[in-house]
C-alpha cells in the first residue's frame, strides 16, 4: 500500500468514526439513550469473547444479570477472574465462569471448544466480541496470520464454525441459538483484498482494521444462508456498537486519544450503552428467528452494498475454510 492509500484508510476510518460520533451527540442532546429492558433468561448458556473488558464485560454482565450461565472467554487468566467475580458480586448470578482462549491461536480456539464441550453444557448465544484495533505494526498470530484479520476474523470464524454443533443441538424452532458477531462502522469504509487478506504486500493498520470488520458482516450472512439452507434453529446476526469509551482505542492517533479523554463522557457511548445491541441482538423476543441482520442501536440498517454480494461471502468463506481446516460445506448444502 502506497503512502497515498494508507492516509486515504486512516482519513477514511477517522471519517467514519466521525459521522457516528456526531449522530451520538445529537441523540444525546435529543433525549440520550433510552436502556433497553429484556425478559429473563435463567435457562439459557452464553459465551462471550473478549468478556474482560469494555463492551464484552459489559455484555456479560448484562447477560449474566438476566440469569444467563455466562463463559467469559478471554487471554488474560488474572484479568478475567477479576471480571468474573465482578460480575458474580454485581450480578447475585454465581453462573459466570472463564475459560481461556486466545482468539490470535486455532490451537487454543480448539483447546477452548474441547474444553466448552466437556462441559456438557448447551449453548444458546454465541458472542463473537473480542478484538483488536489499529495495531501500529503489522504483527502476525501464532499461526502467521496479520493480527486483524486473523483475530477479529478468523479466531471468530474458526470458534463459530467449532460450535455450530452445540448451537444447532441448543436451538429449536421459537426458540433459536443466535450467533451475535461484533463489526463496526468501519466496514462501510473497508476493502477486502481476497488476494492479500494478510496486507503482505504493504500494511495500513487503518484499512486492515476496517478489512477485518467488513470480512465479519460478509461471514455473518453466508452463515445465516447457510444456517436457513439446512433448516437450523441457530440465528447469526451483526452488531455495531457505536463509538464507545473504551481502551480499544489504545492505538490511534494522540490527538483522538487527547478529545477522547477529556469528551468521551459525552460524544463516546459508555460501555454499557455500547452492549445494548449486542444484548438486544442474543436475547430479544423480537428478533426471535430472525438472522443475516446488520443492527445499529438496536435497530436493523443497511451495511456496505458490497456485503450483500453472495459471490463475494462464498468466496471469503471458502478462502477462510482452507486457512482455518474448516469444512467447506456450501456447494454441498446449496446443491441438496
Ligand atoms: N469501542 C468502540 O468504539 C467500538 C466501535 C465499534 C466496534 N467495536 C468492537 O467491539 C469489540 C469490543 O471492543 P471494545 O471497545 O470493548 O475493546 P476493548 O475494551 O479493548 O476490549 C477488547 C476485548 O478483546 C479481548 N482480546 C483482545 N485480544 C484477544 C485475544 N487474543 N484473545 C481473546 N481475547 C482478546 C480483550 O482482552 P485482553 O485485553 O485481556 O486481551 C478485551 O476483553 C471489538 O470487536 C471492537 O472492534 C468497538
Not at 502506497?2 to 451520538?24: D, E, F, H
Not at 429492558?37 to 462471550?48: D, G, L, S
Not at 454443533?165 to 441448543?170: I, N, P, R, Y
Not at 468463506?317 to 446443491?335: H, I, N, P
Amino acid at each position: 500500500m502506497s503512502l497515498l492509500s494508507a492516509a486515504r484508510a486512516a482519513l477514511r476510518v477517522y471519517a467514519a468514526g466521525a459521522a457516528v460520533i456526531v449522530a451520538q451527540l445529537l441523540r444525546r442532546c435529543l433525549g440520550g439513550f433510552v436502556e433497553p429492558v429484556f425478559p429473563p433468561q435463567p435457562e439459557r448458556v452464553a459465551i462471550v469473547t473478549g468478556g474482560t473488558d469494555g463492551i464484552g464485560y459489559a455484555t456479560a454482565k448484562r447477560l449474566a444479570r438476566l440469569g444467563m450461565t455466562v463463559i467469559i472467554a478471554g487471554n488474560n487468566k488474572v484479568r478475567a477472574q477479576e471480571a468474573v467475580k465482578k460480575i458474580k458480586e454485581e450480578t447475585l448470578n454465581d453462573k459466570v465462569e472463564f475459560l481461556y482462549c486466545n482468539l490470535a491461536s486455532m490451537g487454543s480456539i480448539q483447546q477452548f471448544a474441547q474444553a466448552f464441550k466437556k462441559k456438557k453444557l448447551p449453548l444458546h448465544v454465541l458472542v463473537n466480541n473480542a478484538g483488536v484495533m489499529m495495531v501500529p505494526q503489522r504483527t502476525m498470530t501464532v499461526d502467521g496470520f496479520e493480527e486483524h484479520i486473523g483475530l477479529n476474523y478468523l479466531g471468530h470464524f474458526l470458534l463459530t464454525n467449532l460450535l455450530l454443533d452445540a448451537l444447532k443441538d441448543s436451538g429449536r424452532p421459537g426458540c433459536t441459538a443466535r450467533v451475535v458477531t461484533v463489526s463496526s462502522a468501519t466496514h462501510y469504509v473497508g476493502e477486502l483484498d481476497l488476494d492479500d487478506l494478510h496486507s503482505s504486500s504493504s500494511y495500513s493498520p487503518h484499512a486492515a482494521y476496517a478489512q477485518s470488520k467488513l470480512a465479519l458482516v460478509l461471514f455473518s450472512y453466508h452463515l445465516q444462508a447457510l444456517l436457513d439452507a439446512q433448516g437450523c434453529p441457530v440465528t447469526a446476526n451483526v452488531v455495531d456498537p457505536g463509538v464507545v469509551n473504551t481502551d480499544l482505542y489504545r492505538h490511534v492517533f494522540w490527538g483522538t486519544r487527547l478529545v477522547k479523554k477529556i469528551f468521551g463522557w459525552w460524544f463516546f457511548k459508555t460501555p454499557d450503552e455500547g452492549a445494548w445491541t449486542s444484548v438486544y441482538a442474543a436475547v430479544t423476543p423480537e428478533l426471535e428467528g430472525v438472522g443475516g441482520r446488520y443492527l445499529y442501536n438496536e435497530k436493523e440498517t443497511k451495511s456496505l452494498e458490497v456485503t450483500y454480494d453472495l459471490k463475494l461471502q462464498r468466496q471469503l468463506w471458502a478462502r477462510s475454510c482452507s486457512m482455518t481446516g474448516v469444512l467447506d460445506v456450501t456447494q454441498e448444502v446449496f446443491s441438496r
